[in-house]
């Protein structure tokens, strides 16, 4: 990570809650302690449809967007040398941080299970040597070439211009879908079929499950980021509307407006193009556009104009350093499951040996488990907060 820098206390404190809310919600969704007991709020919609759980990304694409604005507003969108350095080293500091993420747990799950036998030097070369099947895209992948894309778009097209961009980003997407099959969860789908040819089977995810059927399909492809890049540009847009007016009130009432809109347009369509994100579908884009902006309006009218923002300091601590916790939260939880203590890993000694004996039931203790992976994140980001340290990625 670069060196962080303090604070400012200038931040728009609703949005922290937002983003914090988000990260939060992502932790908690990725560390179940048994993937076999997880409440169906907290699972990802298997093909078709919406869960709480398939909100959390998509609202951090939102944000993304406004956050975005809000720095490329200090180059008063005008392209420099030293703003295309700045957006091009951002952009692959974040690709290369997922990619080290995805190697990392490719090496510490491989020594984990690999032969005791071996000489240790050995077992190490040969984890670490995971490129041949090393996975090039995923979360971190997705947030760096979205960022890159909408912020080239943000300093290169007239504002006026991006709500007919995202336009056509969506129509011609929604057609691609149509045409290439794309709802269906099979090797004919467009999605599966491009990613395939350009990244190979070996580097996409090759555990989606849908009606039984397992087969190699990545739900953070190549092909299904273009989508993603509308989403982070009706972000923009909501940080222009935000800073056009410092009055709270009309803020709140411009996102919730948008969210209302962007929701119910989502809902409609969805009727003829349903929600879906593994495909991260045009209704998909616009319902959870839409009901990001609602709750950032609802943040703004609580927080910024009633005051009452005493419940939210937990989510302060992650909103703060969204993405180093983020980060922080993959790495630990590969090491929770990956290295050993008394006779099995740090997540099955929690998980199996402490909390399931305590409540009983596999559906509790999974979701104490990752509750109190939560906290532990938390712990490491508050002492950041207290310190009024923001590490920049």
């Not at 302690?33 to 694409?61: C, K, Q």
């Not at 599966?192 to 190979?200: T, V």
């Not at 499951?337 to 402490?354: M, N, P, Q, R």
């Not at 909390?355 to 990752?370: M, N």
Request: glycine content about 10%.
């Amino acid at each position: 990570m670069p060196a962080s820098v303090k604070i400012s206390s200038s931040r728009l404190l609703s949005l922290d809650i937002l983003r914090g809310i988000t990260i939060a919600g992502m932790i908690l969704v990725n560390n179940p302690g048994s993937w076999t007991g997880i409440y169906a709020p907290l699972r990802h919609a298997e093909w078709n449809g919406l869960t709480p759980t398939d909100l959390v990304f998509p609202f951090f694409m939102f944000i993304m967007g406004i956050s975005t604005y809000f720095s490329l507003r200090k180059f008063q969108f005008k392209m420099s040398g030293h703003l295309m350095w700045k957006i091009v080293r951002r952009t692959l500091l974040i690709y290369l941080i997922g990619l080290g993420i995805e190697w990392f747990g490719n090496f510490c799950y491989g020594l984990a299970g690999s032969d005791p036998a071996l000489p240790l030097w050995d077992r190490i070369c040969v984890s670490a040597n995971s490129f041949a099947h090393l996975r090039l895209v995923g979360v971190m992948p997705r947030l760096a070439i979205c960022y890159f894309l909408g912020s080239l778009i943000a300093v290169t097209v007239k504002h006026k211009l991006i709500p007919w961009l995202v336009g056509v980003i969506l129509v011609a997407y929604g057609i691609i879908l149509f045409v290439g099959h794309g709802y269906e969860f099979s090797h004919e789908n467009i999605i599966y079929a491009f990613d395939s040819a350009i990244l190979g089977d070996a580097h996409m995810y090759g555990g989606l499950t849908v009606d039984g059927i397992n087969m190699v399909f990545d739900p953070e492809g190549l092909l299904s980021t273009l989508p993603c890049v509308a989403h982070v540009l009706i972000g923009l847009m909501c940080g222009e509307a935000i800073m056009k007016t410092k009055d709270n009130n009309r803020r709140s009432s411009a996102m919730l407006l948008v969210g209302v809109v962007l929701t119910f347009s989502g809902l409609l369509l969805s009727y003829g193009l349903p929600l879906n994100k593994n495909i991260w579908s045009p209704t998909y884009v616009l319902t959870t556009c839409g009901l990001a902006a609602s709750l950032l309006g609802l943040l703004i009218w609580i927080i910024d104009i009633k005051g009452h923002s005493a419940w939210c300091r937990f989510f302060e601590s992650f909103g703060i350093n969204p993405l180093f916790l983020y980060v922080l939260g993959e790495v630990l939880c590969i090491l929770f499951g990956s290295v050993g203590i008394a006779g099995t890993t740090i997540k099955e000694w929690l998980f199996s040996g402490v909390l399931l004996p305590i409540v009983s039931d596999e559906y509790v203790a999974s979701c104490l488990y990752a509750m109190l992976f939560v906290i532990i994140n938390w712990s490491i980001g508050y002492i950041l907060y207290r310190k009024k340290i923001y590490i920049k990625i």
